[in-house]
């Protein structure tokens, strides 16, 4: 599956659902076990499991593959991994203790907002 096209349903997915502090990284100049990194926060745990159901949801209604999720239980920290694209979804206290971005190289994707976003 075309990379942009998997990346815009996981962002669309979490926007649905209004995620906060998207942030997609490119990764393929650190790994070549996958191209993207995706990070994103909700508020409660509830949000949080979701926000990746609906990231489940939404690959699997374009054709993808849902490789693997990890962390519904606590729902503090909630992995969804698609195989090319590795969802984190996190609560702000755990994301800012992590700071992935600084873990993945903080190189940013540039990606065009849907209308609804850019409020």
Do not use: C
């Not at 942009?4 to 998207?22: G, M, P, S, Y």
Request: aromatic fraction near 4%.
């Amino acid at each position: 599956m075309d990379i942009r096209k998997l990346q815009r349903a996981v962002v669309d997915a979490l926007e649905d659902v209004k995620a906060q502090n998207i942030t997609v990284l490119n990764t393929t100049h650190l790994t070549s076990l996958f191209d993207r990194v995706v990070i994103a926060s909700g508020t409660s745990n509830r949000q949080t499991r979701a926000l990746a159901s609906s990231v489940v949801e939404k690959v699997k209604a374009i054709g993808g593959e849902v490789v693997a999720t990890e962390g519904e239980e606590t729902g503090e920290w909630v992995l969804v991994d698609l195989g090319d694209i590795v969802v984190h979804i996190m609560q702000p206290a755990i994301r800012e203790y992590y700071n992935l971005e600084e873990v993945w190289g903080g190189k940013p994707v540039r990606m065009k907002l849907n209308a609804s976003s850019a409020r």
